[in-house]
């Protein structure tokens, strides 16, 4: 190695490491800002740590922002959302992946489509046609509508992990005179565990950052961030209690970031990330 | 071993990838008993509305009294409603924040940091991926901070002596900044993922590809464009298509940043249609921008991937 090339890396390391900085200085000041005296006078400059740390600031953020209630419902959202749409997945991308019917092209192709409708195009109809059935502000309404719309991409995420398995494994399970659900929980699902808690992992996290969805059909219950969106409204200049509230409904996302970034990682690698 | 869905599900993000279909599996009529429970669902609450979408779309509604039909007069305000020009022209200047410049440094630094070994990458990739993995209404409350009277960026300018740029209105608040404050929260929020892809991508080209463009006497530019960029294909194609989507419906951070202000300075499509469906009673031309926001998603996807597709044969 030459002089030049190890300044070089050493140029490069800095370089990293600022841009690194950039992306976490926003979220690191934030955590800051939130252990100042909360109030009006006092603005927090991101460049110095208070005075003292007003842990609180997260307690008064909770109770005044209603984040009982809100954590509550992001909460039973994601338990009852996550779980049906990874098994809707993999049940018809089991399907998609291995058996042959009648227009399964044109039904997956169908899906794909789902891939790129905004929600935009559909709000609107749907507003009335969830009113119409009786659901209109409730949590049941944001559980179907997160589900209808992930299943498109956990439907092709399942049948690319299904189509990866070697074809002996199904040959062997046919040799063995097993049925398709037996083949597919006994054989299929083991096989493909990595890509189902990736996709577990994924949807988790599109559930618990939910916004547009949650602002129209949960006027009355919100979700964590519609929670935190409308705090934010109400207390702007109030940032030392606006930012630990931020805190709050970060914490969440975070600790499953942290837990399972291998599985963020191979999301992400493979250009899957939505939205 | 790890299942090896990369292949395939990166066709998906790119959409109409056409790989040699496989047919799996055998004829099996059970097979419509797994897609159904999905596709109820799916059906119920995509297809059915886009439908009706459409339908609702002909008629001037305010969500109340019976409609009345107005053919296509809904769409002509693509181009005859300042507020609808106006909403696409600040999209398209979006578009220069959340996805031109996050690729163009992603693949600058990309390749720059390809040229060495680096240690750590694991950490860096996880504060890198932070903006992006943070749920949106969270990073965009924490960047109402920085651009706060008091805050982080009006303290480096005053420091540094510009604080008489600093708008008096604050940098969300004034008609000229107000949208490339916007802009400047989309890059950081969509630089790192662009980094993270194409640095996975840069050390999948093969280190012979660089050694021979070198044994030529390329130098870095040479080699960037000779290498590094043909090399990143893939991967430019998944970030267009991806970053021109996110930027098209973008609404969180508007509505957390902004509310569209001030006056209209940062209304997009995707605000407009949420404004006109349930604040202002305007539910048909909601719906019709909502069909056209989808309709330009569609051309633009498959205009981006058949250019990318042109660009690669040889």
């Known amino acids: 190695m030459t002089t030049t090339s190890r300044t070089q890396v050493t140029m490069n390391y800095l370089l990293l490491i600022f841009v690194s900085g950039v992306a976490i200085y926003p979220l690191v000041g934030t955590v800051l800002a939130s252990l100042y005296p909360s109030g009006a006078g006092n603005s927090p400059t991101g460049f110095a740590l208070p005075s003292g740390f007003h842990w609180g600031n997260y307690v008064t953020a909770w109770k005044v922002g209603g984040f009982a209630g809100s954590f509550t419902t992001s909460i039973i959202v994601a338990a009852v959302m996550v779980p049906a749409s990874v098994v809707l997945s993999i049940l018809a991308g089991y399907g998609f992946a291995t058996m042959r019917f009648r227009g399964s092209k044109v039904l997956f192709y169908l899906f794909i489509l789902g891939l790129i409708i905004p929600t935009e195009a559909t709000i609107v109809p749907l507003f009335y046609d969830v009113r119409a059935i009786g659901l209109l502000d409730t949590t049941w309404a944001l559980i179907l509508l997160e589900v209808s719309g992930e299943v498109a991409f956990g439907i092709f995420w399942m049948r690319a992990a299904f189509l990866s398995a070697p074809p002996s494994l199904l040959e062997a399970a046919r040799i063995d005179g097993a049925s398709s659900w037996k083949t597919l929980w006994k054989i299929m699902v083991p096989f493909a565990r990595p890509a189902i808690l990736t996709l577990t992992v994924l949807t988790f996290a599109d559930s618990w950052n939910e916004f547009f969805l949650a602002l129209v059909f949960t006027i009355s219950h919100p979700t964590a961030p519609f929670g935190l969106a409308s705090f934010s409204g109400r207390y702007t200049t109030n940032i030392a209690l606006v930012s630990a509230a931020a805190v709050i409904v970060a914490i969440p996302i975070l600790i499953v970031f942290i837990v399972f970034q291998r599985e963020f990682m191979r999301g992400v690698l493979t250009g899957a990330v939505k939205g | ?314």
């Open chain 2, 1 to 314: 071993m790890d299942a090896e869905p990369s292949v395939a599900s990166r066709a998906v993000a790119v959409g109409s990838r056409r790989r040699p279909e496989r047919l799996p599996g055998e004829a099996r009529r059970i097979g419509y008993l797994y897609i159904a429970p999905a596709f109820i669902l799916y059906a119920a609450f995509n297809l059915l509305p886009l439908g009706q979408g459409v339908n609702t779309s002909f008629y001037d509604w305010d969500g109340i009294t019976p409609g009345t039909w107005v053919g296509l007069h809904n769409y002509t305000g693509f181009f005859t409603d300042p507020a609808i020009r106006s909403g696409y022209v600040h999209v398209l200047i979006l578009m220069v924040f959340y996805a031109f410049l996050p690729i163009v440094l992603g693949l600058f630094l990309a390749a720059l940091l390809s040229r060495i070994r680096i240690r750590g990458l694991t950490f860096f990739r996880m504060l890198l991926f932070l903006p992006l993995v943070i749920t949106d209404v969270v990073t965009a409350v924490a960047w109402t901070w920085v651009y706060d009277t008091h805050g982080p960026l009006n303290t480096v300018m005053n420091a540094v002596g510009l604080g008489h740029f600093i708008p008096s209105q604050g940098w969300l608040g004034d008609f000229n900044t107000a949208l490339p404050a916007v802009g400047v929260f989309g890059l950081w929020g969509s630089f790192g993922f662009c980094l993270i892809l194409f640095l996975a991508g840069v050390m999948k080209i093969p280190a012979s590809l660089y050694e021979a463009a070198r044994v030529d006497g390329a130098n870095a530019v040479r080699e960037f464009f000779a290498v590094t960029l043909p090399g990143l294909r893939y991967e430019l194609q998944v970030v267009l298509v991806l970053s021109v989507i996110g930027t098209l419906d973008t609404f969180d951070e508007i509505y957390v940043l902004t509310y569209g202000g001030p006056g209209t300075a940062t209304t997009v499509p995707a605000y407009l249609v949420w404004r006109r469906a349930f604040q202002s009673g305007e539910v048909g031309s909601a719906a019709a921008l909502g069909i056209t926001l989808m309709l330009i998603i569609f051309a633009v996807t498959y205009a981006i991937n058949r250019l990318m597709e042109r660009g690669a044969e040889p």
